[in-house]
């Protein structure tokens, strides 16, 4: 649709008609694919995470990770600690 209205071979009215949406939905997916072409080429674009590099993503990912394991050795510790008994004031 998008590429249609972009080269010209179909008005906004007539992929609207074509593809049985309202002119409104075709505005916005035009609107959305053209930005979505601009921030691609401008290499500011990762699929799911608008505006971000794939280290960025990676970063966020590996921090995640570490909290998620951070929190399950935790969560050991203190099962294993109450398993063999021992007070807090031993």
């Known amino acids: 649709m998008f ?3 972009l080269t010209g071979q179909s008005t906004q ?3 609207a008609e074509k593809y049985g ?8 997916i035009c609107k959305s694919a053209k930005q979505g072409a601009l921030d691609a080429l401008a290499g500011t674009s990762t ?7 794939p280290e960025a993503v ?20 203190i099962a294993l600690h ?6 807090p004031w031993d």
């Open 3 to 5: 590429v249609e209205v």
């Open 13 to 15: 009215g007539q992929a």
């Open 21 to 28: 949406v309202n002119r409104m939905t075709v505005n916005a």
């Open 47 to 53: 699929v799911g995470w608008p505006g971000k590099s």
């Open 58 to 77: 990676e970063r966020e990912a590996a921090r995640r990770e570490i909290e998620r394991l951070r929190a399950m050795v935790t969560e050991q510790a």
């Open 82 to 87: 109450l398993h063999q008994g021992k007070s």
